[in-house]
Every structure is written in structure tokens, then in C-alpha cells.
């Protein structure tokens, strides 16, 4: 059974940082395109970044620098660093398997003074 448990979100202040998981089971994460996505209040679901089977990342232009997603295969986890946070970062983050098309549940992120 395809499962994807995301964690690590949280209530911090602006300039803090989070690490968030995303624990996946019944497929190896290192064998798929894994995405992060984020979905503000009354706003369409956003792309973050991707890893690819070879280990290639890519993260959204207006997000870099301070977004960095990796991969431990051993742990089948993705990771998503967010350095620097701004309460524009509010916002439940999802794990996502494009080839199987299947999403996580989300953690919520939330960055306020």
C-alpha cells in the first residue's frame, strides 16, 4: 500500500528554519520523481522542488536560495529544508509521487511574529 507521511511543520517566527519529512512506503522513493508543493489559504496548490531518480533537484525561481529538498534513500524519506522563513511561507506542505500520482496528507507550516 502506497503511503506518504509528511512532518516536520510548525509554528516558528519569521527567520527560523524547519526541516520537513516525507516518509514514504510501499514504493522506494529513490526509483521516482519526488515534488514538495505548498497550498496557502484561498490560493491554488504551488510546485516547491523536485528530486529526480538521478538525485537532480530543482526548486521553484522565486524560492531559491533558501529551499533545499534531499533524499535518504536508506530512510525512503524526502526532505525539505526552508531556511530564512517569511511569513509568506505560511502554507500546508505536500509530499508528491508524479509517477504514481499520489500526494501526501500535508504538514502545516505556519510563520508568524
Known amino acids: 500500500q502506497v503511503r506518504l507521511v509528511e512532518s516536520g511543520g510548525g509554528l516558528v517566527q519569521p527567520g527560523e528554519s524547519l526541516r520537513l519529512s516525507c516518509v514514504a512506503s510501499?514504493?522506494?522513493?529513490?526509483?521516482?520523481?519526488m515534488d514538495w508543493y505548498r497550498q496557502a489559504p484561498g490560493t491554488q496548490r504551488e510546485y516547491v522542488a523536485s528530486?529526480?531518480?538521478?538525485?537532480?533537484?530543482g526548486v521553484a525561481d522565486s524560492l531559491k536560495g533558501r529551499f533545499t529538498i534531499s533524499r535518504d534513500n536508506a530512510k525512503n524519506t524526502v526532505y525539505l529544508q526552508i531556511n530564512s522563513l517569511k511569513v509568506e511561507d505560511t502554507a500546508v506542505y505536500y509530499c508528491?509521487?508524479?509517477?504514481?500520482?499520489?500526494w501526501g496528507q500535508g504538514t502545516q507550516v505556519s510563520v508568524a511574529s
Open positions: 510501499g514504493f522506494s522513493v529513490g526509483g521516482f520523481a
Open positions: 508528491y509521487c508524479r509517477l504514481l500520482n499520489f
Open positions: 528530486i529526480d531518480r538521478g538525485g537532480y533537484v
